[in-house]
């Protein structure tokens, strides 16, 4: 009992110590991309692999760490970063956590959030079902955990450890017992100390002051049991306890944070559990890895009270969940009583998506008062309430940009709310016109037909206009904003998976609707960093206006730059004239058509086309989500253009600059593979012969014709039905075009 006491006495000090706050560090929320993050985890991957030993286990360097414990926590950290269970260093160290012959609560805990990753493989299952036999045995007497296991004054941090473990089992399909669940809350709660923190310490006689790693593990508790037991619409019945915990974090979290790994850890949790994209004022996964992200010439340390294997352990988990995919952004705005009335909506909904379709999701929260950037995280913006809204003219453009720049508003009124309802259908009448309807019939607020596609997309919805009826408007090629009149959301809190079924199709059919049922990229915005230096090149772009609407997706050309001016240091300087003549074309480096509907141009923009092509410009034509009246219009363009002098186009091969990126002196993208959206692969297994169709004249490429979408994805997103190339690679297609185009200018 002695050497017991001293083991806790020693985990409550170290926890206190870690707990503490340092100076904090200048604020980089912003200024990280996927590739600092992919190189991060690649090197903390490299550096665990190479603690592992021979037999599989990996390396201990802290005599207070149990036996086994860096394995458990080494082997759920790569695993969490996307490491195949079947790669053999991953198989030999599952056989020795197996193997591993412990009483441990914090190593059984975490054997288990390994082993229910790989709850259908019988290898494992037995050590699975052991190991939740041991969490789970006499724990409803007192909802709390020790060392030992289940007991009466457990500490909050094995508690935690031990609720996690349930949870990811419950998630695999072991369910956990509500009965069980509903005691931990009670003790969590009890346990809550008047500043509104939680300490090491079970029990009550032990004054100590309030941790934020205790905290966040107690917030990031509460909201599991939440989930469990949340069966009606109603608001949390404990809500008050949980914002005194939000206020206690408000006052003591800091920016630097992330130097601790253990809290680093615990405020992923409560992040990622409660939704929230700020905690304490600051973008936590941005401020966090920014720091953890920072290149070091002379390579990571990851020295640490635990040792380095749990440290880097505990990062390579944050960084990894901190970047999973978002399925919609929930807007913050006015009173939380009113937009989050159904609190855990998107938490039920986005585990459900999570089981069915077995991708890793998130949700998070956002405020109407952040940048556009941030709301671009997720390509999905919900927003609730039942009151009419209230925003300003700004932000009601805020949310107008948000949809252009290629994300999915989706309004839905609480308890069916006629003023909430109403106030939104007025509003998006003229959101996106008449100035900005600029090919007439687009843009309008229409209410969608029982044929339209977000009622059969996925599943079949009968009737769809009457179970939910749906306004929506479209700018030609993909819906912007969406007013369903039925209020979804309470299915999903409720957790009405049976009950309300149709609720959940309807709502997985929007959600495959608005992503295109393709890939969803990562949160981290904004999508480049530019490198320091000044621009070395300007080069001119003419968007060239037609009748087949030319005008979607209207910041496409904007993140073209973007990636141009981080790679190349090239910026684009992008005009719209509004005919195509001779002046809209001079000293243009290129001459870019888009659309997705038919059109002609007049004898007069063709001549000055063909005089431009003359005179060394380029002529860039692409069809909008691979549309094909499109393309058959951009054919009989080209065969007007270049008149006597047409012959048919070869494709861009393999040994292209279009493909190589070997433009004169400038280097774009060398392109091997292209990704192709969902929707055109489920329409066609077989890649074209070429992305990219090549009319030249005088040896070089004069026209550029891609008959499949590359404009439409350039701002990240994709389409339903569209048949288009993924972003990354719709991305590096248009630079090499435009680099191309560039150097026969500047010859």
């Not at 473990?165 to 369910?175: K, N, P, Q, Y």
């Not at 009113?338 to 077995?358: C, I, K, Q, S, V």
């Not at 087949?548 to 910041?555: E, F, I, L």
């Not at 059109?599 to 063909?610: C, P, T, W």
């Amino acid at each position: 009992m002695a050497r017991r006491s001293r083991a806790r006495m020693l985990c409550m000090a170290l926890c206190l110590a870690l707990s503490a706050a340092a100076p904090a560090g200048p604020r980089t929320w912003r200024d990280i991309a996927d590739t600092d993050v992919d190189r991060s985890m690649a090197e903390i991957k490299r550096y665990l692999y190479g603690q592992q030993t021979k037999q599989g286990s990996f390396r201990h360097y802290w005599y207070g760490i149990p036996s086994g414990g860096t394995t458990a926590i080494a082997l759920f950290a790569l695993l969490e970063a996307g490491e195949p269970p079947s790669d053999p260093r991953v198989e030999r160290g599952l056989e020795a956590l197996v193997k591993l012959k412990t009483n441990n609560l914090y190593v059984i805990a975490t054997r288990v959030m390994v082993l229910s990753r790989l709850a259908r493989n019988a290898k494992y299952r037995k050590q699975l079902d052991k190991d939740m036999a041991y969490l789970t045995r006499t724990a409803l007497r007192h909802g709390a955990w020790g060392y030992g296991g289940p007991e009466r004054t457990g500490d909050n941090s094995c508690s935690q450890f031990a609720l996690l473990a349930l949870w990811e089992a419950d998630r695999a399909g072991l369910r956990i017992k509500p009965a069980l669940v509903r005691k931990v809350e009670a003790t969590w709660l009890v346990r809550q100390r008047p500043d509104g923190g939680w300490t090491y310490a079970g029990q009550g006689d032990v004054n100590t002051a309030s941790t934020l790693t205790m905290t966040t593990a107690a917030l990031a508790s509460l909201y599991i049991c939440q989930d469990v037991l949340a069966t009606t619409c109603a608001p949390y019945r404990y809500q008050s306890r949980v914002d005194r915990a939000w206020t206690y974090l408000a006052k003591h979290l800091k920016e630097d944070y992330y130097r601790n790994g253990y809290l680093a850890f615990c405020v992923q949790r409560v992040g990622m559990a409660s939704g929230r994209k700020f905690i304490a004022g600051m973008d936590w996964f941005a401020a966090g890895a920014g720091k953890l992200c920072e290149p070091n010439p002379y390579g990571r340390s990851f020295r640490g009270r635990w040792g380095p294997v749990v440290r880097a352990s505990f990062e390579l988990i944050f960084l990894a969940r901190g970047r999973i995919p978002l399925t919609f952004n929930k807007l913050a705005h006015g009173d939380e009583s009113d937009w989050n009335y159904h609190g855990r909506d998107l938490a039920h909904f986005t585990e459900y998506m999570r089981r069915e379709y077995e991708r890793p999701l998130r949700w998070q929260i956002v405020r109407i008062t952040d940048d556009v950037r941030m709301l671009l995280d997720a390509p999905i913006l919900l927003v609730t309430g039942v009151k009419a809204p209230t925003f300003s003219a700004g932000q009601w453009d805020k949310l107008r940009q948000y949809a252009l720049r290629g994300g999915t508003l989706l309004f839905v009124p609480t308890h069916n709310s006629k003023p909430f309802a109403e106030a939104v259908r007025e509003r998006l009448k003229g959101l996106f016109g008449p100035d900005r309807n600029r090919v007439g019939k687009h843009y309008q607020l229409q209410k969608l037909d029982d044929d339209h596609a977000i009622y059969s997309v996925h599943m079949q919805i009968h009737a769809g206009s009457k179970f939910a009826p749906m306004w929506g408007v479209s700018d030609g090629t993909r819906l912007l904003a969406v007013l369903c009149e039925r209020d979804l959301c309470c299915a999903w809190q409720r957790r009405a998976t049976r009950t309300s079924r149709l609720d959940y199709h309807l709502s997985a059919n929007f959600f495959m609707y608005a992503t295109g049922a393709s890939r969803l990229r990562t949160r981290l915005r904004p999508v480049f960093v530019s490198k320091p230096g000044p621009v070395r090149h300007h080069a001119k772009v003419a968007w060239l206006r037609h009748g087949g609407n030319w005008a979607s997706q209207p910041y496409a050309l904007e993140y073209l730059s973007q990636k141009l001016t981080a790679e190349n240091r090239i910026k684009l300087d992008v005009s719209a004239p509004p005919a195509i003549t001779d002046q809209a074309l001079k000293n243009q480096d290129l001459a870019w058509i888009v659309g997705s509907e038919p059109f002609e141009l007049s004898d007069e923009a063709i001549s000055a086309l063909r005089r431009y092509l003359d005179a060394g410009g380029t002529l860039f034509l692409n069809a909008v989500g691979g549309a094909r009246a499109f393309n058959t219009a951009c054919e009989k363009t080209i065969r007007k253009i270049l008149g006597e002098r047409y012959s048919r186009p070869e494709y861009a091969m393999p040994s292209s600059p279009l493909l190589t990126g070997k433009c004169g002196d400038f280097r774009g993208p060398a392109i091997t593979k292209l990704e192709r959206t969902r929707a055109w692969q489920r329409a066609s297994r077989e890649a074209p012969r070429g992305p990219l169709k090549i009319y030249r004249l005088k040896g070089r490429a004069a026209i550029i014709h891609g008959p499949w979408g590359i404009h439409d994805t350039l701002d990240g997103h994709t389409a339903h039905d569209a048949r288009s190339y993924m972003p990354r690679s719709a991305r590096d297609l248009a630079a090499n075009v435009l680099l191309y185009a560039l150097a026969n200018r500047i010859k």
